[in-house]
T-cell receptor
């Protein structure tokens, strides 16, 4: 069983749509990270969360510690949002677990 | 700041050769991470350093892999001898605090192909 599960694995949306990517984890964590990897391969850290909600531009990330669940929302999606979004959790014992990623394609 | 710098950006080598990947973290960051990404396994944490000291190397796949951080501004990941299954993109990242607490900044990656 994977410690971090993401859904959906693939997502295609029309420009302007509201997008939600989900992440569930089974380990105790100290922090959850959302990463964005563009087609060129570069990785950008979008958010680091330990509770509540964070917002940056059109991106919103939420976490529910009790339910061990996080969501990444993209409002007014744009083709440049097309990327792979990866959820990662820092757990106890210096462990770090990655989801398999959600591949997002936003069509103009 | 130039961000995390990795070199080389691409490496093609033959099986059995030694490969050395290099990373310069963001100045002032005291944590450094080495990751490997493959299609089959996705992103994996190999090892991380805090204040130049290896904290957790449980992700290092086998003895052929070794990592060092001789000072706060430089780290190497070495594979000796290399094998085709080591082909992957290797990312270095740094943060201003430990694995758990702070945002990590990723380098552009080194694409390694072992023939």
């Amino acid at each position: 069983k994977n410690e971090v599960e993401q859904s959906p694995q693939n997502l295609t949306a029309q420009e302007g749509e509201f997008i939600t990517i989900n992440c569930s984890y089974s380990v105790g964590i100290s922090a959850l990270h959302w990463l964005q990897q563009h087609p060129g391969g570069g990785i950008v850290s979008l958010f680091m969360l330990s509770s509540g909600k964070k917002k940056h531009g059109r991106l919103i990330a939420t976490i529910n510690i009790q339910e061990k669940h996080s969501s990444l929302h993209i409002t007014a999606s744009h083709p440049r949002d097309s990327a792979v979004y990866i959820c990662a959790v820092g757990g106890g014992g210096n462990q770090f677990y990655f989801g398999t990623g959600t591949s997002l394609t936003v069509i103009p | 700041d130039a961000g995390v710098i990795q070199s080389p950006r691409h490496e093609v080598t033959e099986m059995g050769q030694e490969v050395t990947l290099r990373c310069k973290p963001i100045s002032g960051h005291n944590s450094l991470f080495w990751y490997r990404q493959t299609m089959m396994r996705g992103l994996e944490l190999l090892i991380y350093f805090n204040n130049n000291v290896p904290i957790d190397d449980s992700g290092m796949p086998e003895d052929r892999f070794s990592a060092k951080m001789p000072n706060a501004s430089f780290s190497t990941l070495k594979i000796q001898p290399s094998e085709p299954r080591d082909s992957a993109v290797y990312f270095c990242a740094s943060s201003s605090d430990s694995l758990r607490g702070e945002t990590q900044y990723f380098g552009p990656g080194t694409r390694l192909l072992v023939l």
